[in-house]
Each structure stands twice: as structure tokens, then as C-alpha cells.
């Protein structure tokens, strides 16, 4: 099993998108795909299940009991939640995370470990995806612990842009601990090559990040929201859609990845 985790400290750029629709991609090639929402706006949990029904989930039945000492009885296989597509399941997240975010997680000791050591009586998966919040607090310090690799979504714009420096550093200090982790790669996403601004910064992140930067680049497009109001993966609500089509590019540009890490490790 490869965990992935995406991370980014800047919000809306299209993380909890990301691993909902490549969550369906993944399925659709036969691979069993667990979800971790380390998010305590829940996003991606309520993509699958809705607002009101994730809202009210205690926090024994969410990653929250990851965190929390009080649950320490509570096992991440009783919080995992099938979906509606028997290759995907949910570890939900909801505000009961928010109490445990806290800034300065490298000082926590071993607690930065729990998100790890929770997940690791889980079998039966071929990829976990973990969500992270638009910070670098605990939630994605403990994502970045329990991964192999990190994807960071880039919307190609100023803002989108800003504080990457800040993400490669937490990086960086995260091997020091987990000296596996690996970048897999920077993703271009909301992409609209209509937008002069927008065919100029994903250039410029190319030049800068050169091949740590996913040749799929993931556009802004309707099918995406289409498909979430529905509560579906772009690929399994519209699989003709050009947003399919590039999602399954991204998930098999991922694997692709992946394998070529595994061979560069075995001959190291």
C-alpha cells in the first residue's frame, strides 16, 4: 500500500477535489482506495456523504480519534466508512479535528506520530489518499509522517503560488523524522489555458520545478463541480467528460511514478 498525502497551506487550490475524483480513477483501474479527510472542514467527506450527515459523525467515527487520548480504545478499522463503490472507503473528518490543529507540531514528541500509527492496522488497500488543510499545522505535519509521498496541488496564479518555499521546508524537516517521505511531484490544477496569467505561471512553475511537476495538468472545469453535487468521482458520474479523461491520465501518471521510486529504491 503507497499513502499519499497533498498538501498545500494555501486553501481552494484543489486538493480535496483532487482526491475525490482520483479516488474514482484509481477504482475504475481495479485498485482498492482508501480516503483520509485530515481536514476539519470535512470537504472531502461530505463530498461522498454530505454536510449534515458528516457534521454529526462523534468523533470516535472520524480521524479526530487519532488525536484524542480520551479514544485511545478506538481503532481506525471501526471509523472507516464504506462509500457507495466497494474499491473506495472514508476514514471522515469533521470539526471535531479542529481542537487538535495546533501550530508547532514538531514539538509534540511522539504524538506526531498518530496519525501513522493509527493507520497502520488497515490492510486490504492498494492506495491511501490523505486530505490535508490549507495550513501546516498538526493535521498536515501528521500527514506528511504517515506518508511515502506528497503531491502538491499549484493553481497556476500569484496566489496559488505564494508559500510553496514554506511547504518544500516542512518537507524537508518531515524526512528528518520519516527519511522515506518523497515528493512525487508539484500538480497544476484550475487550470483555464483561455487565461494569459494562468498559461504564464503554469510555464514559469515548469521552468522552476522542472520535472517534479506533473506533466497532467488538471483544468477548471464544470464536470468537476457536476459531478460533486452528485456526490460522484468525475470519472464514475462521466466517464466520456475531458475532466475524466485527465483525472485517469493524473491517476496513471501517479502510479507511474510511484513505480519508478519503488525501482530507483530496490538498486539503491
Known amino acids: 500500500m503507497a499513502t499519499i498525502c497533498f498538501i498545500n497551506q494555501k486553501g481552494g487550490c484543489g486538493k480535496s477535489s483532487t482526491c475525490f475524483h482520483l479516488a474514482g480513477a484509481f477504482a475504475q483501474q481495479g485498485l482498492r482506495v482508501l480516503l483520509v479527510d485530515a ?6 467527506s461530505q463530498g461522498f456523504f454530505g454536510s449534515q450527515r458528516v ?3 462523534p468523533l470516535v467515527e472520524t480521524v479526530a480519534a487519532a488525536f484524542d ?6 481503532d481506525a478499522t471501526s471509523a472507516v466508512r464504506p462509500t457507495a463503490w ?20 514538531e514539538r509534540l514528541g ?16 492498494d492506495l491511501t489518499l490523505i486530505d490535508c488543510p490549507p495550513n501546516l499545522y498538526r493535521c498536515s505535519w501528521s500527514a506528511l509522517l504517515a506518508a511515502d509521498y506528497v503531491v502538491i496541488p499549484v493553481p497556476p496564479e500569484d496566489f496559488g503560488a505564494q508559500g510553496l518555499r514554506v511547504v518544500h521546508q516542512a518537507i524537508e524537516q518531515a524526512e528528518l523524522l520519516h527519511p522515506s517521505l ?26 522552476i520545478y522542472d ?28 466517464p466520456r467528460a475531458t475532466a475524466a479523461r485527465l483525472t485517469r491520465d493524473l491517476s496513471r501518471e501517479i502510479l507511474d511514478r510511484i513505480t519508478v521510486r519503488i525501482g530507483e529504491a530496490a538498486t539503491a
Not at 39 to 44: A, R, V
Not at 69 to 74: L, T
Not at 111 to 123: I, T, Y
Not at 195 to 200: D, Y
Open 86 to 105: 466497494p474499491a473506495i472507503s472514508l476514514l471522515p473528518g469533521n470539526q471535531h479535528l479542529a481542537q487538535f490543529n495546533v501550530p508547532s507540531p
Open 39 to 44: 481536514d476539519p472542514q470535512g470537504s472531502l
Open 211 to 238: 520535472d517534479t511537476v506533473l506533466a497532467t495538468a488538471i483544468p477548471e472545469a464544470s464536470a468537476f463541480k457536476v459531478s460533486l453535487a452528485c456526490r460522484q468521482p468525475v470519472g464514475l458520474y462521466s
Open 55 to 57: 457534521e454529526n459523525l
Open 69 to 74: 487520548e480520551s479514544s485511545s480504545w478506538c
Open 182 to 207: 518523497q515528493l512525487l511531484g508539484h500538480l497544476v490544477t484550475r487550470l483555464d489555458r483561455r487565461l494569459i496569467v494562468h498559461r504564464t505561471y503554469e510555464r514559469r512553475l515548469r521552468q
Open 110 to 125: 511522539m504524538e506526531q506520530f498518530a496519525l501513522r500509527e493509527f493507520l497502520q492496522p488497515l490492510s486490504g488497500f
